[in-house]
T-cell receptor, first 119, second 113 residues
Framework: KAGVTQTPRYLIKTRGQQVTLSCSPI?????VSWYQQTPGQGLQFLFEYFSETQRNKGNFPGRFSGRQFSNSRSEMNVSTLELGDSALYLC??????????????????FGPGTRLTVL | GDSVTQMEGPVTLSEEAFLTINCTYT??????LFWYVQYPGEGLQLLLK?????DKGSNKGFEATYRKETTSFHLEKGSVQVSDSAVYFC????????????FGGGTRLMVKP
């Protein structure tokens, strides 16, 4: 079974540009989450999509957006790039979404990440 | 809000030494707890998990016990190998936050032959 794939693996952009990153979840998984990893802030949750709907959102500015397609593939977009957006962006897929307040967990499988460098 | 605190690294050990990486958490409700490992140039891999108090997660010689009374989930291994060199992240998934994971800052482990 193929794992989570992310494209591209590396990306270099300049300030002010926009960028789109792609994530293909494990076949059959319907939930996709995105995380930003930086040396200073560590791993921070961006958002989660389930069945094409944003289910949860972290504390990031509106320049960060995402969407999910009917085949569960997800994209995230960052507009008006800033130097501080340089990071490893990780995508994680999970079999199902989880309702707020529901106990238990859904194991999440991470992709290799996209390394974004903003110059 | 929910948070995870883990010991800062790097932790440098000789091969076959005993490993402990401390992790404590703050969360409402009944979180599930995880340890993830990240090897250079790769994404995160789930190492072990525990979903309720007193559960012990174990995998590849690593163990961690969910201690509700001390809100801790310390990672241990009796004898580390060079191949265990990586960054280890403690994380929680709170019941009121969907699939969102809250991570600790990560601890880099370096094992010398």
């Amino acid at each position: 079974k193929a794992g989570v794939t992310q494209t591209p693996r590396y990306l270099i952009k300049t300030r002010g540009q926009q960028v789109t990153l792609s994530c293909s979840p494990i076949s059959g998984h319907r939930s996709v989450s995105w995380y930003q990893q930086t040396p200073g802030q560590g791993l921070q949750f961006l958002f989660e999509y389930f069945s094409e709907t944003q289910r949860n959102k972290g504390n990031f500015p509106g320049r960060f957006s995402g969407r999910q397609f009917s085949n569960s593939r997800s994209e995230m977009n960052v507009s008006t790039l800033e130097l501080g957006d340089s990071a490893l962006y990780l995508c994680a897929s999970s079999l199902a979404g989880q309702r707020m307040g529901q106990r238990g967990y859904n194991e999440q499988f991470f992709g290799p990440g996209t390394r974004l460098t903003v110059l | 809000g929910d948070s995870v605190t883990q010991m800062e690294g790097p932790v440098t050990l000789s091969e076959e030494a005993f490993l402990t990486i401390n992790c404590t958490y703050t969360a409402t409700g009944y979180p599930s707890l995880f340890w993830y490992v990240q090897y250079p140039g790769e994404g995160l891999q789930l190492l072990l998990k525990a979903t309720k108090a007193d559960d012990k997660g174990s995998n590849k010689g690593f163990e961690a016990t969910y201690r509700k009374e001390t809100t801790s989930f310390h990672l241990e291994k009796g004898s580390v190998q060079v191949s265990d060199s990586a960054v280890y992240f403690c994380a929680l998934s709170a019941g009121n936050a969907g699939n969102m994971l809250t991570f600790g800052g990560g601890t880099r482990l370096m094992v010398k032959p």
